[in-house]
């Protein structure tokens, strides 16, 4: 059934959530129809605030989200989830989590929770992630709430298009502060402590605070560390008002602009990336033509160079210079 | 003093010291000259067996890769180390490093050194990594050995180009074996435990054999352990006959030139990455332009789909469509 994107567009807008939940997929699917989506919707974006949450497997990010939500619920407030699982191949099970915690917030309207998987490149589930985020911003959900698993450099990508950033972090979890990776401890904006009953949690914390006392100061801010227990709801009205409070902090018309700007730079060069790979794929260069290219080369037939040079010939790009 | 590409490629191949150094810097800063002589080369490669060696900041892969490097010379193979340090952001430490390194090899013509840093982003640093093995391949190094610190998705990248993957770790570092980041157990084709007499050795190596026993099998190879303290060279004999069981393992015909295949399938869609952006940067646009773009985008007064279409019509790429 043709529907125009103008009344698409107006229905995501009202929150509708059938509406949501196509056009997430067009843009999964990387539709023509989810970009116009995309770009009609656009000059309602900007409103929502998004909160990044990552920390290795196991740390109940999952729960500590859904219990954050529900917070947010119960203060009048809309919520977006969006959980991003790099390491699963595909959504299968991914959208069968989703029903199961839906049912938690059963008949709300104001809650949206979608899940998403790898589907090739890590580059592209960013891209795939960021574009949903605006979605449920122009859907008019107040917080938007991404949680990933937090192992690399692909997920590091993903929470930087957040306002916050939580890193949990479990006590005895062979998480010994040493351990922590670089990337985690920079884009903290607040630690979240969850299962803080078990043993260990104090010299742990004492540890972080260790830390973070001699860590550079970004822009004034001290990333607090703050104790949960999600699954027994402990923590988690501390939890919203440190984000508040950060939200406060950050919210400087020129400190929240030039993080935005940044970003924009950033999501301007992985769209001109994915384009031209979207153009030599329409050129008719597929995967079957670059194995065969790649066979060339191999064989010492042609350089990588020429063959690029070959390619973006074929695809209409070729060289002006 | 201008000078040829083609007498420049025969000094190359002829090993000398400084025609390589030159062309190495001509990779890195991207000179177009620098791709005349690869392509130049090219069919001269593919001879060299490059070993990569990764592993966290403070496990002796420096030194590892030196008496490695000794060890090699010792037989009279010729060698070349590119040491990759993507968290370093400027080549100036390293350079001294290299001399420092160096000293250890001194009047040897059969080794070359060169060290590499980040200059923008990693998957620069992935390609001119990628090219300078190339390179050495092509000055007829028998042996190249890739260095780098094993911290993110782009170091992943960086020793994806190996023949063989070496993956370096210290027992009692906090690098529990339950620590162990997924991505470094898939890359390992042998695992060096080394400062193996340091406490604890045992029980690590035993943990990681445990895991490794219940580890899918790639290919019908078992990544053996193999135990060094590199500082007293011992070990390092073991590890290059681990090495050369594993090059018998895969020289199987089918076995390395898919590996190549895949490996240059990969190249090929970099490669055409950054020519889509070199190519916009030569339209003139620059950071500056980016930002500008960026800024009207944080206004809402473009969207990001459009500018890039914007960016496209500009460096005449536009849509064909």
Redesign the interface.
């Given at each position: 059934m043709p529907i125009t994107t103008e009344s698409w567009a107006e229905q995501v807008r009202a929150g509708e959530v059938r509406a949501i939940s196509r056009a997430v997929t067009a843009i999964e699917n990387r539709e023509p129809e989810g970009?116009k989506l995309?770009?009609e919707l656009?000059?309602h974006?900007?409103k929502a605030y998004r909160v990044g949450v990552t920390g290795a497997p196991g740390t109940g990010k999952s729960t500590l989200v859904d219990k954050l939500a529900a917070h947010y619920r119960g203060q009048k407030k809309t919520v977006g989830i969006i959980a991003v699982d790099p390491?699963s191949p595909f959504t299968g099970g991914a959208i069968l989590g989703d029903r199961v915690r839906m049912q938690g917030h059963a008949t709300d309207a104001g809650i949206f929770i979608r899940s998403m998987a790898t589907r090739g490149s890590?580059g592209g589930l960013a891209q795939a992630t960021s574009d949903t985020a605006l979605l449920l911003d122009a859907a008019g959900k107040e917080f938007v709430l991404v949680e990933t698993v937090g192992?690399?450099?692909?997920e590091?990508e993903i929470v930087r298009l957040a306002d916050c950033t939580l890193v949990v972090l479990v006590p005895g979890m062979?998480d010994?502060v040493?351990?922590l990776?670089?990337?985690l401890m920079e884009i903290a904006d607040i630690f979240v402590l969850n299962k803080c009953d078990r043993e260990g949690a104090d010299r742990f914390e004492e540890q972080l605070r260790a830390i973070l006392a001699i860590a550079p100061e970004r822009g004034g801010w001290h990333p607090p560390v703050v104790r949960t227990i999600a699954t027994e709801n402990r923590g988690i009205s501390e939890l919203a008002r440190e984000i508040e409070r950060f939200r406060q902090h950050t919210s400087g018309p020129e400190n929240r602009?030039a993080r935005?700007?940044?970003?924009?730079?950033q999501?301007?060069?992985e769209?001109?990336?994915q384009?031209?790979?979207e153009?030599?794929t329409?050129a008719g260069i597929d995967?079957a033509a670059?194995?065969s290219?790649?066979?060339r080369?191999?064989n010492?037939e042609t350089?990588?160079?020429?063959?690029?040079n070959e390619?973006?010939a074929k695809a209409?790009?070729g060289e002006?210079?």
């Amino acid at each position: 059934m043709p529907i125009t994107t103008e009344s698409w567009a107006e229905q995501v807008r009202a929150g509708e959530v059938r509406a949501i939940s196509r056009a997430v997929t067009a843009i999964e699917n990387r539709e023509p129809e989810g970009e116009k989506l995309l770009r009609e919707l656009f000059p309602h974006t900007g409103k929502a605030y998004r909160v990044g949450v990552t920390g290795a497997p196991g740390t109940g990010k999952s729960t500590l989200v859904d219990k954050l939500a529900a917070h947010y619920r119960g203060q009048k407030k809309t919520v977006g989830i969006i959980a991003v699982d790099p390491s699963s191949p595909f959504t299968g099970g991914a959208i069968l989590g989703d029903r199961v915690r839906m049912q938690g917030h059963a008949t709300d309207a104001g809650i949206f929770i979608r899940s998403m998987a790898t589907r090739g490149s890590l580059g592209g589930l960013a891209q795939a992630t960021s574009d949903t985020a605006l979605l449920l911003d122009a859907a008019g959900k107040e917080f938007v709430l991404v949680e990933t698993v937090g192992v690399g450099q692909g997920e590091i990508e993903i929470v930087r298009l957040a306002d916050c950033t939580l890193v949990v972090l479990v006590p005895g979890m062979g998480d010994d502060v040493q351990n922590l990776k670089a990337g985690l401890m920079e884009i903290a904006d607040i630690f979240v402590l969850n299962k803080c009953d078990r043993e260990g949690a104090d010299r742990f914390e004492e540890q972080l605070r260790a830390i973070l006392a001699i860590a550079p100061e970004r822009g004034g801010w001290h990333p607090p560390v703050v104790r949960t227990i999600a699954t027994e709801n402990r923590g988690i009205s501390e939890l919203a008002r440190e984000i508040e409070r950060f939200r406060q902090h950050t919210s400087g018309p020129e400190n929240r602009r030039a993080r935005e700007i940044e970003l924009w730079k950033q999501r301007l060069v992985e769209l001109l990336e994915q384009r031209l790979i979207e153009r030599v794929t329409r050129a008719g260069i597929d995967e079957a033509a670059l194995a065969s290219l790649a066979e060339r080369i191999a064989n010492r037939e042609t350089d990588p160079y020429s063959a690029v040079n070959e390619i973006l010939a074929k695809a209409g790009i070729g060289e002006s210079k």
